[in-house]
Each structure stands twice: as structure tokens, then as C-alpha cells.
């Protein structure tokens, strides 16, 4: 399903459905009432964020006698990455790096709160690592 890039990024705004997204990420293939469980919500409001995330490609689902299994739909989200780094103004391209020039022309201060971005950033990709690896 193609949706305007507004639309795709307003069913990103909800911090349950991201935190959905990392689940089955991290996880695999989950119920809605295993991701319920996980986000302390109830199984309705699980079973209505999978419903949009399915609308809108993100996640896809197959009945499997009474489990309805839900897993990330890998194509969408690179779809919305894409999209996304057509917006991005950092200069990055998708790359995840700096320009150059923006790099040599920056001050220490700036030097010093991108090496704290960067060491946020491996702190959670090295989390993200110990889960799977369960």
C-alpha cells in the first residue's frame, strides 16, 4: 500500500507503535497478546496499533489456527528510510555520516555533542545486539 509520505510518518508518531516495531524487530514474529503483555497495555490497544501498522505496510500477519502471528514488513521500512532521508537536512544522505565540509567546519563544542550522539547511538545498537542474540 502506497500512503503520502505525511501519512506515513503520522503512524510513526505514536511512540506504541515504534516500540511495536522494535519488538518485532528484536523478536520475531509476535501475537498481539505476547506484544500486550510487553508494553503493558491491554490486548485491544495492541490488536488496534497492529491494525493501523498493517494498513499501512508496515507489518504483516497470518492466521495460524487461533495465533495471529505479526512480523515487520522489511520493504515497507525501507520504503519509509528512504523517504525519510529525502527529508533529512543533516546532510547525511542516508549515509549516517556528516558532510565532510560540515564536519571540518564545526567548532569542539559541536565535535563534542555529535561524539556523545554517536556514543548513544552504539550504546543502543550494542543493547539492540545482546537482545537478539538470546
Not at 497492529?50 to 489456527?65: D, F, T, W
Not at 564536519?103 to 543493547?127: M, T
Request: with cysteine; hydrophobic share 35%.
Amino acid at each position: 500500500m502506497d500512503l503520502e509520505v505525511s501519512e506515513m510518518f503520522k503512524v510513526l508518531a505514536v511512540e506504541t507503535r515504534v516500540r511495536i516495531l522494535d519488538i518485532l524487530k528484536a523478536q520475531g514474529p509476535q501475537g498481539a497478546k505476547e506484544i500486550a503483555r510487553q508494553l503493558g497495555i491491554t490486548t485491544a490497544a495492541a490488536s488496534q496499533h497492529l491494525k493501523i501498522l498493517r494498513q499501512a505496510g508496515l507489518v504483516r500477519s497470518e492466521r495460524k489456527g487461533y495465533w495471529i502471528p505479526y512480523s515487520i514488513n522489511g520493504e515497507a521500512l525501507e520504503r519509509y528510510r528512504r523517504h525519510l532521508t529525502e527529508v533529512c537536512t543533516c546532510g547525511c544522505r542516508g549515509t549516517g555520516k556528516w558532510k565532510e565540509q560540515e564536519l571540518a567546519e564545526s567548532d569542539v563544542e559541536n565535535l563534542k555533542k555529535y561524539a556523545k550522539d554517536l556514543q548513544e547511538e552504539l550504546k543502543i545498537v550494542r543493547q539492540r545486539l545482546k537482545e537478539m542474540s538470546r
